[in-house]
């Protein structure tokens, strides 16, 4: 039977009862649910619902069982239908009927969605300490890799010489950004539902405010309807999940093209690629795959809830216990991936001869375009002269640097021979020396900032 049947006749089929319980998903969040039970106890002792002693030896059982779950020797009973049900059914067994006392004023409604909210709390400041390791990992790279001149692309063509080390930060700062959005969803969600019954609040009186700053929340909610039926805090928890990963592919995106023999830019180790099962010469970059995979699958579990949560009415529904499912999966799944990032980019092998030789020098292009500029040529016209050089050095099967300076002088007039220095990619990165760019000196700079962001 049920916590909460009061007629043993009507029980429920097997498969409903599959279907309802769930126990499987949201044993996750015992600990909380213990915590948030002993504050209910003092709350409900403050009120004078219990008294001193009642209150002392219902704490008793509730610690006992904290540590069957922190030593994992809780055993769950198959009619635990979710966590809360368990935990009260343990009491009882410990205390007696005075167990029966715990659940005053209290609704599971109210129940749940502080623990939820418990439990989002702690794992989203978990998840911002991975994403600082992964950080960490990324400022190593770029310090490791200072200097390396790398090809910037857009549209996946060769676009402007770049230093890797600014490739490397570029996907810092992306996941800087998650890390503001997850500290901002700790902020929203730290407010206690509890207290707010099963929809319209608690029969009793209680002080909420100081059963918030017993559970270490910053504010009891302000509205008993709200606090049941809100869900925000967990959508929110599946977008950055779905938006950090979206980051963490586009980096494993282009690390499997330049890993590839047609890049040859760049190595993993053993460890991190697989071989082929049929294909002895294979190294396969299984494990940027499937970050980008996974990428997918993160953001499936955000639409997912959306799709649950549109059309809900106010207050509590049963749909609402799909909520945790895709959280806590999400979690797993996003933690596993930076922590697959953390150990797989410092072994990467960068091969910069090989680089250089892929980089083609029309990438200079907008330099040549600059130095007119520089000539007080427009804009617009010396982008039709650069094209121009371009085009007449493809008739003459010449690479563009090495297009003789009188061709230089019929595209435009004002071609000097300095012209003919232009032609290094480390000019062209030293030039973009403002704030931002990519020549050493203000990636130098750039990385200094990542820094003081991360010890901040
Ligand atoms: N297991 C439920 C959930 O996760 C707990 C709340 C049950 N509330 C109820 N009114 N049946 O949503």
């Known amino acids: 039977m049920k916590l909460w049947q009061v ?50 030896q219902m704490l008793d059982g509730l610690d006992q069982i904290q540590e069957e779950f922190e030593s994992k020797t809780f055993t769950y009973l198959a009619d635990d239908e979710d966590i809360h049900t368990a935990v009260e059914r343990r009491l009882g ?12 004023g209290r609704s599971r409604n109210d129940q749940v969605a502080t623990d939820f909210r418990m439990w989002v709390l702690g794992a989203a400041q978990e998840m911002v300490n991975t994403m600082e390791q992964y950080q960490n990992a990324l400022i190593r790279r770029a310090e490791k890799d200072m200097g390396i001149i790398f090809p910037g692309y857009t ?110 830019f760049m190595q993993f180790t053993d460890q991190f690629s697989t071989g082929s099962s049929l294909m002895p010469q294979k190294r396969n970059p299984d494990m940027m795959e499937l970050v980008r995979g996974k990428a997918g699958t993160l953001l499936g579990k955000l639409t997912g809830l959306m799709a649950t949560l549109k059309g809900l009415p106010s207050a509590y529904d ?88 009188d061709q230089w002088q019929r595209i435009h007039p004002v071609c000097d021979d300095e012209i003919l220095d232009l032609f290094t990619f480390e000019r062209s990165i030293a030039r973009k020396d403002s704030w931002g760019g990519t020549s050493k000196r203000s990636v130098t700079e750039q990385l200094a900032y990542a820094k003081r962001k991360l010890s901040a």
């Open 318 to 405: 049963k749909d609402l216990q799909e909520d945790k499912e895709p959280v806590f999966e999400a979690f797993d799944t996003l933690q596993l991936l930076l922590k697959v990032c953390i150990q797989a980019i410092p072994g990467i092998t960068v091969y910069p001869e090989k680089i250089l030789n892929k980089m083609d020098p029309a990438m200079l292009a907008t330099d040549l375009a600059d130095y007119l500029v520089e000539k007080n040529v427009p804009f617009r016209e010396a982008h039709h002269a650069i094209a121009k050089a371009v085009k007449v050095a493809e008739e003459l099967n010449l690479s563009l640097q090495h297009l003789p300076l």
């Open 155 to 264: 549209h996946f063509q060769q676009a402007q010489p770049i230093l890797l080390s600014h490739w490397w930060l570029s996907h810092f700062w992306a996941i800087q950004r998650d890390k503001i959005r997850l500290n901002n969803l700790i902020s929203m969600t730290d407010s206690m539902p509890l207290g707010s019954g099963a929809l319209s609040g608690s029969g009793f009186a209680f002080d909420r405010h100081a059963l918030a700053t017993d559970l270490g929340f910053a504010e009891p909610t302000p509205n008993s309807l709200d606090a049941i039926s809100d869900r925000d805090f967990a959508v929110e928890f599946l977008f950055i999940t779905s938006l950090t990963g979206t980051h963490l592919s586009r980096m494993a995106e282009a690390l499997v093209l330049f890993c590839s023999k047609e890049f040859g």
């Open 93 to 104: 067994e410990l205390i007696g009927a005075l167990a029966g006392k715990l659940h005053s």
């Open 7 to 56: 007629d043993s006749e009507f029980s429920a089929s097997a498969e409903a009862d599959l279907l309802n319980n769930s126990l499987p998903v949201d044993q996750r969040m015992n600990l909380v649910d213990v915590i948030g039970s002993k504050a209910w106890t003092k709350n409900l002792a403050r009120y004078g619902i219990l008294t001193k002693d009642e209150m002392d």
